[in-house]
Nanobody, 128 residues
Framework: QVQLVESGGGLLQAGGSLRLSCAASGRTFSSYRMGWFRQAPGKEREFVSG????????IYADSMKGRFTISRDNAKNTVYLQMNNLKPEDTAVYYCAADQGGNYFNPPGSRPSEYEYWGQGTQVTVSS
């Protein structure tokens, strides 16, 4: 089992940048493929990005490509989401999630049901 704690959210103006962090504790962090999701009020949880256990393979939702970058540091048990050129429509609670197992080099999937563990989320609010 793994516990996930997100941090780094906040309130900022459109065009700004934030880096979210997700610290993991428990079982060996490199055992998990990691993902970021977000959920805006009244909307379903939405896939943002995912990263393989090795950190060498990543995937992004189309609307985030070129603006968001996911990375991980297995030595620090942490996954990051660098978000640039933020827009008001990026306003949401951002969650990190862990998918246990899977090929070391393949990225995780984009469906919430594929992830076994979730953090509590961190709020990102982007004003226009």
């Amino acid at each position: 089992q793994v516990q996930l704690v997100e941090s780094g959210g906040g309130l900022l103006q459109a065009g700004g940048s934030l880096r979210l962090s997700c610290a993991a504790s428990g079982r060996t962090f490199s055992s998990y493929r990691m993902g970021w999701f977000r959920q805006a009020p009244g909307k379903e949880r939405e896939f943002v990005s995912g990263i393989s256990r090795s950190g060498g393979s990543t995937i992004y939702a189309d609307s985030m490509k070129g603006r968001f970058t996911i990375s991980r540091d297995n030595a620090k048990n942490t996954v990051y989401l660098q978000m640039n050129n933020l827009k008001p429509e990026d306003t949401a609670v951002y969650y990190c999630a862990a998918d246990q197992g899977g090929n070391y080099f393949n990225p995780p999937g984009s469906r919430p049901s594929e992830y076994e563990y979730w953090g509590q989320g961190t709020q990102v609010t982007v004003s226009s």
